[in-house]
């Protein structure tokens, strides 16, 4: 079975910190990605890595940023937390898909971030 | 960017009922995923797929390339089908997701 582990369930912390939130995989998937899950807005990608040290924005990156220096490892980086950082974050990771293949993401079971 | 549609937002259902939640995505796309998501977070894939029809069980899902639309359907439902459902697409050139906003289902019984 696929592992997808996540450092934290739940985090508080307070505005001005910095935040590391850690995800790891057992599966030896060359992409993970990070999604943070608002009331309303649905899941949306805040970073992606396909590779060991490469990363691609999401939708969202503004206020974080990510280090990936193994392939199992993908670490999401809160320089300094605000409130409006509140939320689930989501880690999730994939073999690589491309035209003529495709492959599910499997998910992590989140951690719930409260900055205060 | 593809936009990804879901309907109904919401849905109550009494148990037995067949259940059908719709997906619809704008531009072209690799593959259809169906996620699940119980309360406290946790999200499975249910389905992947880009051509046609898959079952699992109760669960069915399928996909109409012409039209963008994707459909998955729950027979027989029970209580613990009571779940969000999640479509998301895949894009053409890669391995990243767009989601819809997920469906809240209730099954009563």
């Known amino acids: 079975d696929v592992k997808v582990t996540q450092s934290s369930r739940y985090l508080v912390k307070r505005t001005g910190e910095k935040v590391f939130l850690e995800c790891v995989q057992d599966?030896?998937?060359?992409?993970m990605f990070w999604y943070r899950q608002d009331p309303g807005l649905g899941l949306r990608l805040i970073y992606f890595s396909y590779d060991v040290k490469m990363k691609e924005k999401g939708d969202i990156p503004e206020g974080y940023s990510v280090s990936r220096e193994k392939k199992e490892r993908f670490s999401l980086i809160l320089e300094s937390a605000s409130t409006n950082q509140t939320s689930m974050y989501l880690c999730?990771?994939?073999?690589?898909?491309?035209?003529?293949?495709?492959?599910?993401?499997?998910f992590g079971p989140g951690t719930r971030l409260t900055v205060t | 960017k593809n936009e990804v549609e879901q309907s109904p937002q919401n849905l109550t259902a009494q148990e037995g009922e067949f259940i059908t939640i719709n997906c619809s995505y704008s531009?072209?796309?690799?593959?259809l995923h169906w996620l699940q998501q119980h309360p406290g977070g946790g999200i499975v894939s249910l389905f992947m797929l880009s051509s046609g029809k898959k079952k699992h069980g109760r669960l069915i899902a399928t996909i109409n390339i012409q039209e963008k639309h994707s459909s998955l359907h729950i027979t027989a439902s029970h209580p613990r089908d009571s779940a969000v459902y999640i479509c998301a697409a895949q894009e053409t050139s890669g391995s990243r997701l767009t989601f819809g906003e997920g469906t809240q289902l209730t099954v009563n019984p």
């Open positions: 999730a990771s994939s073999y690589w898909g491309t035209r003529q293949s495709s492959y599910e993401q499997y």
């Open positions: 531009v072209g796309i690799s593959a």
């Open positions: 599966m030896d998937h060359e992409n």
